[in-house]
C-alpha cells in the first residue's frame, strides 16, 4: 500500500508530466501559430493594398 | 467531505480475554462503522507441524487437518492460522478457531447498540482474510464517490484536452486557410507584375517605332512641311519614304515643274526629278505625276 507521501509524489509527477509534457508545449504551439497567423494576415493585407494600387 | 465520506471512516473495538462482547457497551453512535478485532487469546489455539513438502499446498493442508480433528469437520467452526515456525523439515502452524455463533453474537451486539459491523478479524493476523467481510456493503459509499471523483477529474481534463485540441485545430485551419489568401495574393500579383512588364515592353517597342521614325530624316517634319507646302491645288496618292529616297505621285491643276521648284526649295530636299512622264486627264484636267525626292542627311544636333 502506498504511503501517503508516495501518493503525493505520484500525483506531483502526473500533474508535472500533464502540464509541463503536453499542456505548455500545446499553448506555445497554439502561440507560435497565432503570431504566424497575424503576420501572414499583416502581409496579405499589405499584398492587396499593393495589388489595388 | 464528499456526502456518504466521514472523517474517521471506522472504529476498531478490541475484544480481549476479559471482555464479554455480548454484555459490553462500547459507546457507538448511531450508525457507526465498527471494526472487530479479536484476540487470540480468547479462541481455541492449535499447533499443527507439516512437512516441508507440503508449502506449495499450506493452506489446504491446514484445512484438511484442522477438519479431521474437531468435530463435525469443523461445521460450527471458522478458523484462521499463521506459520509459527520454519524448519529445514518442517512447518509449524498455529491455528485459531472460533465458533460461528460466536462471531454471529458479535455482529447482533454491535447491532444492538446502532453500530454497523465492517470486518471482524484476528488481531495480530494481518495477512488471513478476516473473519467477517461487510466491506463490499459499507464501503460502498467511499468507492461510488471515489469513483465518481476520478470521473468527474478525467472529464475535466478530457473537456481542457478536446478544448484545446479544437483551438488547435481552428488554428491549424486558418493557418491553410491564411496561407492559400497569401498565395492566391502572390499569384495576382506575379500576373500583375507580368502585365505591367507586357506593357512595358509594348511601349518599348512604340518608342523604338517612334524613334525609329524619328529617326534619320525626321519623317513627322517633313510630312508637316509638306501638308503646308502643297496646297489644294495638289492631290496625294501615293507617298512612300524608304531611306532617303521619297516617291511621291499625285494630281495637280498647277504647273509640275512649279511643284517640284517649291520642294526643291525645302531645305531637307536634296534634289527632285520626275521618276516618269507627266500625264494629263482630259476629263479631270489635271496633271500625273510621279516624283522621286532624294533627302539630305539631317543632322540630330
Known sequence: MMTKAATALFWFVIISLLFFGLWMPEQARQEAQAEQIAELQDGNADLRIRIQA | MLPGIRRRWSRTIFVGPNSDFTKDRFDIAKGELIDVALDPAI??????????????NLAKAVDVSVKQTVPENGKDLVWRWKVRKKTKSEIQVEVYLFKKADLVAVGRSISEQKGIVRTVFVDGLKNSPV???????????????GAITVLAALSCLAFFAISEARQTSELKSNLVETVSEQSELSERAVLLRQKLDQEDEAFALLNGDLSLFEAEYQRLPILLELTELLDDNVWISEFALIGANLRLSGFSTQDVPEIMAEIRALSWVSSVSLSGQINFDAISRQNRFDLLITLEAINES
Do not use: E, H, M
Open chain 2, 43 to 56: 479462541c481455541l489455539k492449535r499447533s499443527l507441524s507439516f512437512p516441508k513438502a507440503v508449502q506449495q
Open chain 2, 131 to 145: 473473519l467477517i467481510d461487510n466491506r463490499p456493503k459499507s464501503d460502498f459509499s467511499v468507492k461510488f464517490w
